[in-house]
């Protein structure tokens, strides 16, 4: 499947499937052409230009006011790629450096980068290889955009670096050695374009909204097994209530229980408490505010990889090369530490779920086995959840609060989005965990009920489930199952078709 890159906007629909069915990306020919346009214009203004050209003529941050002579342009650019990649700490993942390959050519194909054709290419011959540069995941400031994280990206196009490349980590000159390619010979403001950027900071906010769009349908899917199990009501999820309060989340969450619910004869017998705890009553404002939180979230993002944002940029019809900021993550940085808190707010009401179930109460046997006291049950499991909602509530400090002056003060205020998208992944994939260890617990706690009890809808994906985690009778190793129980939710595809009857 061939992904052409042209006006159309990113969308996260796009970046999905370019993940997930390997797509070929190319430039289109109207995408050629304004790049060599932007080229073309940014060479003959070099030549007529008197004044000085901040990092095309000149040196970059406080050393702005150097004039770089025209015959050290090219190695000033080079110079500037191997003195920024001081990348530290682990090896960001690959599904996020690819994205970062696809992003930052996307982003220089807009035609204001001055960039060659040759050097936007390369990033695609990385990416549609899956020859994936080895990025650090400390370093970033998040203004001047992701600067140490997108040199260790583009440090393959001059040979330099490593490479994962076919389950191996390997030197960048050896997979030009086997692709039989050159290192490209950067021009004036290249290595610039190159580096200035939020393609880090957007990556990691594209992998948080592609899993966030998955994980908030199956924290709806195993809130509704959760309340099956513990004997739920069904009155706090009916229409009447979420009309008079509309929001949009909390409408949704509402009405995806209704259905999901459809059906069963646990939720309608009789004899249930008055009230419910506010960890099942309030599913719809809590799940739906989170919901909305997501939706800003993915607005500012998409926003984001449709932009322009290296320094200076070119525009050849208004005969301008404007020197600005809109290398600065604060957008992003904002939205980041904001999904987070959220996210870590939906973990925080499923290990209370999970307590619930544990707990012996509603005729449920105490940590879930037939004998406790002899058989420990699923008492440690939830210790394992409030261990990694605890943690999720100190990785939510916001990150955007926080600046420190760099370049000798030349650059006074930065975003720190960069730290704020590394804690936003750790988030989110922490909430993965809890919601794993929920969906363990509910299940288990159904069969007391009666799986046959329940709707046909959720009898069919616990049937699903059931096929890798078994019902625990005595104790087990429950590490096997907990890690099965994460496969099942990071594989899982569950039909939603039919929520749109109502939704």
């Not at 003959?44 to 342009?73: A, M, V, W």
């Not at 988030?427 to 794993?436: C, G, K, M, S, T």
């Not at 509910?442 to 799986?451: D, M």
């Amino acid at each position: 499947m061939n992904l052409l890159i042209d006006s159309q906007p990113l969308t996260f629909e796009i970046l999905e499937s370019a993940l997930t069915l390997g797509t070929h990306a190319e430039l289109s020919r109207e995408v050629v052409q304004r790049i060599q346009r932007c080229r073309k214009y940014l060479d003959e203004k070099i030549l007529q230009q008197r004044e000085p050209l901040y990092g095309i003529t000149t040196g970059f941050g406080s050393l702005c006011n150097r004039t770089i002579s025209t015959h050290d342009l090219a190695q000033l650019q080079r110079n500037l790629v191997v003195s920024h990649a001081c990348g530290l700490g682990a090896p960001v993942d690959n599904t996020i450096v690819k994205l970062m390959l696809l992003l930052k050519a996307w982003g220089l194909a807009k035609g204001n980068s001055g960039v060659q054709v040759a050097t936007v290419q390369r990033l695609l011959d990385l990416y549609n290889h899956g020859a994936l540069p080895v990025v650090r995941e400390l370093g970033s400031l998040g203004a001047s955009g992701d600067l140490a994280p997108l040199a260790h990206l583009v440090l393959p196009l001059l040979g330099l670096g490593e490479v994962h490349y076919k389950g191996q980590i390997i030197p960048s000159s050896n997979l030009n050695k086997v692709l039989g390619l050159s290192p490209v010979e950067l021009q004036s403001k290249e290595g610039l374009a190159l580096l200035n950027g939020t393609q880090f900071m957007s990556a990691h906010g594209v992998y948080v909204m592609l899993k966030a769009k998955r994980l908030l349908y199956l924290a709806d899917m195993i809130g509704a097994i959760a309340i099956e199990a513990y004997n739920g009501r069904i009155d706090p999820f009916l229409s009447e209530l979420h009309a008079i309060r509309p929001h949009k989340g909390q409408q949704e969450t509402a009405s995806n229980i209704r259905m999901m619910l459809e059906g069963s004869r646990l939720i309608g017998k009789t004899g249930k408490a008055v009230q419910d705890p506010y960890s099942f009553r309030c599913i719809p404002q809590v799940h739906g505010a989170v919901k909305d939180t997501a939706a800003y979230f993915g607005s500012v993002i998409l926003t984001e990889i449709n932009s322009v944002t290296d320094n200076p940029t070119i525009f050849p019809d208004e005969d301008k090369i404007l020197s600005g900021g809109n290398f600065h993550g604060e957008p992003l940085a904002f939205a980041l530490d904001f999904v987070s808190i959220a996210l870590a707010e939906l973990g925080n009401i499923a290990e209370r779920r999970i307590y619930r179930l544990i707990s012996g109460q509603r005729g449920l046997p105490e940590f879930l086995v037939a004998h406790p006291g002899l058989n420990s049950g699923f008492m440690i499991p939830q210790y394992a959840a409030a261990s990694v909602v605890s943690q999720n509530k100190q990785l939510c400090t916001p990150a955007s609060v926080d600046s420190i002056t760099s370049s000798n003060e030349q650059e006074d205020h930065v975003s720190m989005g960069a730290n704020a998208a590394t804690k936003a992944v750790r988030v989110i994939n922490n909430l993965e965990r809890i919601l794993a260890l929920e969906m363990l617990t509910a299940c288990q706690a159904l069969e007391f009920r009666g799986i046959g009890e329940t709707s046909p809808y959720l009898q069919a994906i616990i049937a699903d489930y059931r096929k890798t985690v078994p019902f625990v009778t005595d104790d087990v190793l429950m590490y096997e199952l907990i890690d099965n129980s994460l496969n099942f939710i990071r594989e899982y595809r569950p039909d939603t078709s039919f929520l749109q009857k109502e939704n």
